[in-house]
């Protein structure tokens, strides 16, 4: 078993009684092919969490001070995660991304970039919408809601695939683009709230 497969079932293991969670729409998960994840982020379990409910591994992109933490670090990077350098256009974090969207992968964004402080979706950063626009992948917007309380529901739900062609053809901005996909995420949470 890899460590990404035995992290995941902890993580259901141990949060799932806790947080009573429940995992909607996974049958919108395209099986194979390169597959943008994008979700709100309401909590500092929301990686680990979507991560486990997702049916395929998932690359998460994560702020650059987790991975200085010592051992959180190490792991980080055996189960796929990549630091990213918040607040500057970090090319090594753009060029890995590409890279795991290229090889077919998942990779997995929050685009707000940070956690909402009162649980609303906040403004997207245009790091969603660069990933849609160069490359293949198929986007599939993720909703969370919670809050993360013990013995309340968390649910997470998965919304169907977006093609991104039609968007590339139009050459919208990578702006643009984040915008459409932050619209699927509030589709999401306003029609499960």
Excluded at 160 to 170: F, G, I, Q, T, V
């Amino acid at each position: 078993m890899s460590l990404y497969q035995f992290g995941k079932n902890l993580v259901l293991v141990l949060f799932k009684p806790i947080y009573r969670m429940e995992v909607h729409g996974r049958e919108n998960f395209p099986k194979s092919g390169s597959v943008l994840l994008c979700s709100n982020h309401i909590d500092n379990l929301d990686p680990p969490i979507v991560g486990a409910c997702t049916p395929r591994m998932v690359h998460f992109m994560a702020k650059e001070e987790l991975f200085t933490i010592p051992v959180l670090g190490k792991i980080l990077l055996k189960v796929g995660a990549f630091p990213v350098k918040r607040g500057l256009s970090d090319r090594e974090a753009l060029r890995k991304g590409l890279k795991v969207l290229k090889d077919g992968e998942v990779l997995g964004l929050f685009p707000e970039g940070t956690r909402s402080k009162d649980g609303q979706l906040g403004k997207g950063l245009a790091g969603a919408g660069f990933f849609a626009l160069r490359s293949d992948a198929l986007i599939v917007p993720c909703a969370v809601v919670g809050p993360y309380k013990p013995f309340k529901k968390v649910r997470i739900y998965f919304g169907k695939p977006l093609d991104a062609s039609e968007y590339r053809e139009r050459k919208v901005t990578a702006d643009e683009m984040t915008i459409v996909i932050m619209e699927q995420i509030r589709e999401l949470l306003e029609k499960h709230r």
